[in-house]
């Protein structure tokens, strides 16, 4: 049975859905999201740098929801929700993968801690907004990747996918997404939300 140590609205998101999609049992652990809790011996045992999620596997565990993501459809995916290795498409698959978590979810991140994670005391309001200018650039970005009901490779809904759902949750959430900015991006989120593993995993 899988495991996943989830919080609402962190990057769990991810695996959930993921499990969803592949028909995957998998049994959710809620973890308590407090900086005490998350520095806890027994959470760091689990994961160093006291992150969400942690994803066990029988007798392994892991951190990293990308790795997560690979390692599954890897051991489970018999093919699904992934290009074949070495295409063309596959490197479009890793491109928005890895796009999604290390340079679009990043300056999100930094808002995030700026706004509502960090003691008010230690909050820079210019960090917030030049995160805001970061997440702007990136959203342009993906906003000419998906025209006319394209998903991130073609019109083949993939794992990539699954990766940028949550930058645009939380971008959606920051209240950046736009019809009038960025009309393909809305379009693209709302595919996107209309899949019944999204809103599972929102739960």
Known sequence: MIKIYHAPNTRSIRII??????????????????????????????????????????DFT?????????YLLERYGRGRLRPAAGTPESGLYLQWSWFAEATFARPLGDMAQHSFVKPEAQRLPAVVE????????CMGAVEAAVPGGRYLVAD??????????????????FELL??????????????????PGFAKAKQ
């Open 17 to 58: 859905w993921l499990c969803e999609e592949l028909a995957l049992p998998y049994e959710i652990v809620t973890v308590d999201f407090s900086p005490a809790y998350r520095s806890s011996p027994e959470y760091r045992r689990l994961n160093p740098v006291g992150k969400v999620p942690v994803m066990s596997d029988g």
């Open 178 to 195: 736009s019809a009038a900015t960025h009309p393909n991006l809305c379009a693209y989120n709302a595919r996107l939300e209309q899949h």
């Open 130 to 137: 030049d995160g805001r200018a970061r997440a702007l650039l």
């Open 62 to 70: 892991m951190f990293e929801s990308g790795a997560m993501v690979e």
């Open 156 to 173: 083949t809904f993939t794992a990539a996918d699954i990766m940028m759902g949550y930058p645009l949750f939380l971008a959606k959430r």
